[in-house]
């Protein structure tokens, strides 16, 4: 199989999904949006991974590729019908595209925290109610419409995860590795939203948070591709 990876910012990419993927023998084309490189045409390729970014889905005059990454992710997932998986960024421009609303959030949600599965038939299956994951977003889906499916939710966000035809959102992350908070506290946009959330200091703890739960995060990492590849 051939999957095309869609990436904002080169440190947010499929993380341990590579692992997986490579076990597989699935072969990977990466596109990096914000270094100019343009999307190939999608009758190639049998998914479509869109991973997270600083920038947000309203700002197409700031990053010029926002507009045309949504139309292709509109045909991939909503004319084509293929499997899609976005995470955060991702997960929001797919609840754009199918008629839904991003909104900001009153607080970020940041941290290790808690998400209630409410539909185990597809990306969730075999995994329990609650779930520990990776949160760093202040922005949410919000508004989706009747033909889209909401799957999870938290106290603080309620469109978690939802699905649309073979195209999933996951407002959370999961690919993370033990360099994953490293790197992503150097963007001046993800250290912003962490202290403004947790306080001055708070990203050691975030990390030692992360990296506590990091055994348990890969292992539904994992049984997250492993479903995803059942909807093909």
Same mark, same amino acid.
């Given at each position: 199989?051939?999957?095309?990876?869609?990436?904002?910012? $080169?440190?947010?990419?499929? =993380?341990?999904?590579?692992?997986?993927?490579?076990?597989?023998? /699935?072969?990977? %084309?990466?596109?990096?949006?914000?270094?100019?490189?343009?999307? $190939?045409?999608?009758?190639?390729?049998?998914?479509?991974?869109?991973?997270? =970014?600083?920038?947000?889905? &309203?700002?197409?005059?700031?990053?010029? &590729?926002?507009?045309?990454?949504?139309?292709?992710?509109?045909?991939?997932?909503? /004319?084509?019908?293929?499997?899609?998986?976005?995470?955060?960024?991702?997960?929001?421009?797919? =609840?754009?595209?199918?008629?839904?609303?991003?909104?900001?959030?009153?607080? $970020?949600?940041?941290?290790?925290?808690?998400?209630?599965?409410?539909? %185990?038939?597809?990306?969730?299956?075999?995994?329990?109610?609650? /779930?520990?994951?990776?949160? &760093? %977003?202040?922005?949410?889906?919000?508004?989706?419409?009747?033909?889209?499916?909401?799957?999870?939710?938290?106290?603080?966000?309620?469109?978690?995860?939802?699905?649309?035809?073979?195209?999933? =959102?996951?407002?959370? %992350?999961?690919?993370?590795?033990?360099?994953?908070?490293?790197? &992503?506290?150097?963007? $001046?946009?993800?250290?912003?939203?962490?202290?403004?959330?947790?306080?001055?200091?708070?990203?050691?703890?975030?990390?030692?948070? /992360?990296?506590?739960?990091?055994?348990?995060?890969?292992?539904?990492?994992?049984?997250?591709?492993?479903?995803?590849?059942?909807?093909?």
């Amino acid at each position: 199989m051939k999957f095309l990876v869609l990436q904002h910012i $080169p440190i947010e990419h499929p =993380g341990i999904f590579r692992d997986f993927m490579k076990k597989d023998n /699935i072969e990977i %084309h990466t596109v990096e949006l914000d270094e100019g490189e343009t999307i $190939p045409d999608l009758k190639s390729y049998d998914a479509m991974i869109v991973m997270g =970014g600083p920038m947000d889905t &309203w700002q197409e005059e700031e990053y010029s &590729w926002l507009k045309p990454e949504k139309e292709s992710i509109y045909e991939f997932a909503c /004319i084509q019908k293929k499997p899609y998986l976005g995470l955060c960024l991702g997960a929001q421009l797919l =609840g754009e595209v199918i008629g839904g609303e991003v909104k900001k959030m009153k607080i $970020p949600e940041i941290g290790a925290l808690t998400i209630d599965i409410s539909n %185990h038939e597809t990306i969730f299956k075999n995994m329990p109610n609650k /779930i520990k994951v990776l949160q &760093w %977003h202040s922005y949410e889906v919000s508004n989706l419409p009747k033909e889209a499916n909401l799957l999870a939710s938290s106290n603080k966000c309620l469109v978690q995860a939802f699905s649309f035809n073979k195209a999933f =959102g996951l407002q959370f %992350h999961v690919e993370q590795t033990e360099n994953t908070v490293p790197q &992503w506290s150097c963007v $001046p946009e993800y250290k912003l939203a962490l202290e403004e959330t947790l306080g001055d200091g708070a990203l050691e703890k975030f990390e030692k948070d /992360i990296n506590y739960n990091l055994i348990d995060f890969n292992k539904k990492a994992e049984q997250i591709y492993n479903n995803f590849l059942q909807v093909f």
